[in-house]
């Protein structure tokens, strides 16, 4: 277990920025995971890639508890596979393919884990129809007292939405997945086609956290492109991206966030926050 005092939030997230934590744990198996969880219970945050969070610029204070090393276990069992919560999408893709499985290639580009994905029921756009919980059939957690398994039904999944997100104390562990077979090289292909897709249409020349709504006016969106505030700003490619043009600071960000809530509410769409901000 690494434990970390006075730690740069910046160095943890997507976004590379953020004040100080007071504590940061890193577990390197699953037990002392949960070792963490239960001593620490009250004031946990799990934090994963990084790649969905927005630390404020004072102290964070508690516990933040790194999960990028503790549950890193993929198996198969026929169609039928087991992934831990640590792992990185774009690991698990991958291994999918290669054993010849559907092997949700959409989802390559996202730079979060399998905890972050099941908490956010990260997918493609809104219109897609297309999202983790797919071909989910249970989950496993730490629900403060005890490990569990969940069946899909009961993680109440939505779009970007999940249980999970109302249970602030439990702790994703991993998941099983029950995939159809996939030529490999079909997966392959659609690896790359997704990765050329991206390159198109995405800003991945600075730091970001991709879209930071779930859902937006999309002319408020376009009206943003390229609005700045200190080192913070709405992308020029992409709408509704925020990006970090050096050092930009959260106040700034959340600035721009609001600016957008507002623009939002006066084009008759009340806007849904998708990144998660830590006070």
């Not at 989910?136 to 999940?162: A, H, M, P, T």
């Amino acid at each position: 277990m690494i434990e970390l005092i006075n730690e740069p939030m910046l160095s943890y997230t997507l976004m590379r920025c953020g004040g100080i934590c007071e504590r940061i744990l890193v577990p390197e198996t699953e037990d002392e995971l949960l070792e963490c969880c239960k001593k620490y219970y009250d004031d946990i945050r799990i934090l994963g890639a990084g790649s969905n969070v927005l630390p404020s610029d004072g102290i964070l204070r508690g516990t933040v508890v790194k999960n990028t090393q503790a549950c890193l276990r993929m198996e198969r069992d026929g169609h039928r596979v087991f992934v831990g919560s640590s792992v990185r999408l774009t690991a698990f893709v991958r291994y999918l393919v290669s054993e010849s499985l559907f092997g949700y290639e959409y989802l390559v580009s996202v730079p979060g884990n399998i905890g972050g994905a099941l908490y956010m029921n990260a997918g493609r756009g809104r219109g897609s129809g297309l999202s983790i919980s797919d071909y989910l059939k249970r989950v496993k957690i730490w629900n403060g007292q005890e490990v569990q398994w969940f069946d899909k039904r009961v993680c109440r999944f939505g779009y970007r939405k999940s249980v999970f997100q109302r249970k602030r104390n439990w702790v994703i562990l991993g998941a099983e997945f029950e995939l159809p077979d996939q030529p490999t090289e079909i997966g392959l292909m659609r690896i790359r086609a997704r990765l050329a897709d991206v390159k198109k249409w995405q800003d991945l020349e600075h730091p970001s956290l991709g879209s930071v709504f779930s859902r937006v006016s999309s002319r408020a969106a376009k009206a943003m492109l390229g609005v700045r505030r200190g080192d913070a700003a709405f992308s020029e490619k992409t709408p509704g991206w925020l990006i970090n043009l050096g050092n930009a600071k959260t106040e700034d960000f959340l600035y721009l966030i609001n600016m957008m809530r507002l623009r939002s509410l006066l084009y008759g769409v009340i806007p849904r926050l998708e990144i998660r901000i830590w006070q």
